[in-house]
């Protein structure tokens, strides 16, 4: 295309095609939403010669203006120069000599004039949301014509503190390219929290010098495939080919790339359950004390909890902790503490004998005890405890921070007592749930549980705790028992930690659902052309079998997003737009028909996938 056409199509593709210079504020398809946008009239032509400007001697300023470049240059073709010189047309980074109080630590201001664009903020971190900002701003193509940016005047900053996405890494092992790329893509929408879930049942991650067996023998485990929960034991003699684990190395390398992106990994090592990978590592530590392979997902009755009676087992993790303390700066460290099964301290007489000797009443007390001495371990490191919100059961440790998955209850009692709280109730936040048609999505974890976009858009963090002040944010959980792979862990995460990002940044008063949904497809070519793998699921509406007057089935369809026209067959046959279109009521199921396939158009041409499914298979869904 010739440069002035490229010109003009940029134009239209910024201004709607109305032929109309007024930029249109839905247009500006940003996620999450600004505080205040003001649209001006005009526009910045972003050229090859446009420079970025930075302070003279701010090291982390032109580090922040870097990645900036080095973005925009992906995005766009256009690889700008950083000056610290005196210039015009410029992209000019600062920090405000007097602190501006409405926008804290993370906000910014962004403005955009014929003349000029500006980013400013109280600090570097509020300069790089101010440039991802900047960035979805920019058309996804690459171009060697100028670029119009709408002139505009952003005021944004952040409405929780603590905005996290949290990557299981021991179900399935990710390597540290993809741990990077995984980060990188979360601090485009203004994540800062990256929760790290480093050790389970299924490996143990991370290097600990003092206890090599950790990874000699935690990190692997024989290969299996297919669906988790089902595969079958090792066989006599298989080795264990399959896992991985981050040096100490790998780990400083990820924490600075984190940094880099104003982004603070929070570790999480998971004790005293889901710890067969150290059980298998030194057997010595469980209640059994028997030698136990690292699951790869098969049926156990193996003992995956550590014997709390076990006064070995504290030296270890003092050995643990105070390694993953100097390696990570977070003040924080996560110490799990969910789903400790007490059956095994139930029978065990050292953990009884502990619990004789301690005055505890019962396992939960165990739990508590056990949960207040890694606590010690923690604080002698100069570091605080999140755990789950089992860590509340027997007693709260002091100075706990509670992570509320099993809705929002743990985390209201816990505010309650003036403890912090993080919310990721599963309901909204757990991304490994289905998030669309089951029939296409299949496998999520244990086939139960799904969460559209839609209901991630609910989450709200202070819903139901009254005393709402002590929430530090919120949380998207990805587990990987049923994510192999890294496109898949991709996929699970994107469009659904677009919903939670907003939430968590953006107005609450501003929440609408059907003007998120147009910014979020406007994200889609941006994942394209990064080759981020995303769910299309919004397109593929739910089906249903369910049973009208006279105890007759009939079938009826629930799309996620409005818009949609969805057509329909039950003769085994593609539907194009010329078969029946769904009217919004129950349809008649013909004599005869074993299955209904259907497919969403929008504007006449198909949007969704090929939905195919069995009239028994839905019928079977009726009674669940
Ligand atoms: C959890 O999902 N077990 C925290
Ligand atoms: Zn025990």
């Not at 046959?573 to 929008?602: H, L, M, N, V």
Request: one cysteine or more; proline letters at 6%; charged letters at 25%.
């Amino acid at each position: 295309m010739p440069r002035l056409l490229i010109l003009i199509f940029f134009l239209c593709y910024w201004f709607g095609g109305k032929g109309n210079p007024t930029l249109q504020q839905s247009k500006l398809s940003l996620v999450p939403q600004p505080v205040e946008i003001k649209v001006q009239n005009g526009i910045f032509l972003l050229s090859g010669k446009t420079m970025i400007s930075v302070p003279v001697g701010n090291n982390e300023i032109r580090e922040v203006a870097k990645l900036f470049a080095d973005e925009l240059a992906s995005v766009s073709g256009k690889k700008l120069e950083i000056t610290s010189g005196e210039t015009k047309q410029a992209i000019e980074f600062k920090l405000n000599t007097q602190a501006n109080p409405v926008l804290g630590d993370e906000g910014y201001t962004l403005s955009v004039s014929k003349r000029n664009i500006s980013i400013s903020a109280n600090k570097p971190a509020g300069l790089f949301y101010g440039a991802q900002t900047l960035l979805q701003m920019v058309p996804p193509v690459s171009t060697t014509a100028p670029i119009a940016i709408a002139a505009v005047q952003i005021t944004d900053y952040p409405r929780f503190a603590w905005r996290g996405l949290m990557l299981d890494v021991s179900r399935h092992f990710f390597t540290k390219n993809e741990v990077k790329r995984y980060i990188d893509q979360m601090s485009k929408y203004k994540y800062n929290i990256f929760h790290w879930h480093l050790t389970d049942n299924q490996g143990w991650r991370i290097e600990i010098k003092g206890l090599p067996r950790l990874t000699e023998v935690g990190a692997w485990r024989v290969p299996r495939t297919g669906s988790f929960g089902a595969f079958a034991p090792p066989a006599e003699g298989e080795e264990n080919t399959d896992g991985g684990f981050y040096t100490q190395d790998d780990i400083r390398e990820i924490v600075k790339y984190a940094q880099d992106r104003f982004v603070t990994i929070v570790p999480e090592i998971d004790v005293p359950g889901h710890s067969l990978a150290f059980i298998a590592s030194y057997p010595e530590s469980s209640c059994t004390q028997r030698q136990y392979p690292v699951n790869a997902g098969f049926g156990t009755d193996a003992d995956v909890v550590l014997c709390a009676g076990n006064e070995d087992n504290f030296k270890k993790l003092e050995i643990v902790f105070s390694e993953v303390a100097s390696l990570f700066p977070c003040k924080y460290i996560h110490i799990g503490g969910d789903e400790a099964d007490k059956a095994f301290w139930k029978k065990c007489p050292q953990c009884q004998e502990r619990m004789k000797a301690e005055n505890l009443k019962n396992e939960e007390e165990l739990q508590s005890y056990f949960i207040k001495r890694v606590s010690k371990i923690l604080a002698a490191n100069g570091k605080k405890l999140i755990g789950w919100d089992e860590i509340l059961e027997g007693g709260l440790a002091d100075d706990a921070t509670v992570m509320s998955w099993r809705g929002t209850e743990g985390g209201n009692t816990a505010a309650k007592t003036g403890h912090h709280v993080i919310m990721t109730p599963n309901q909204y936040c757990y991304l490994d749930h289905t998030q669309g048609e089951n029939v296409i999505e299949r496998y999520g974890i244990l086939f139960c549980c799904f969460m559209r976009m839609r209901e991630a858009y609910k989450f709200e963090p202070t819903e139901g705790v009254d005393n709402p002040s002590y929430v530090l944010g919120g949380q998207g959980n990805l587990w990987t028992e049923m994510v192999p792979n890294y496109r898949r862990a991709e996929y699970m995460t994107w469009p659904r930690a677009l919903a939670l990002a907003e939430t968590l940044w953006s107005p609450k008063a501003d929440r609408s659902w059907d003007e998120f949904v147009p910014r979020v497809e406007a994200q889609f070519p941006r994942f394209d052309q990064a080759e981020v793998n995303y769910a299309t699921s919004i397109y593929d509406p739910d089906i249903a079998m369910v049973k009208v007057e006279n105890d007759e089935l009939k079938i009826v369809f629930t799309p996620e997003i409005k818009g949609l026209d969805i057509y329909y067959s039950f003769d085994c046959t593609f539907p194009d737009k010329f078969y029946p279109k769904y009217q919004d009521k129950p349809i008649d199921i013909p004599k005869g028909a074993s299955e209904i396939w259907a497919i969403s158009y929008r504007n006449g041409k198909p949007i969704g996938r090929l939905l195919v499914i069995r009239l028994d298979e839905l019928k079977a869904r009726m009674g669940k």
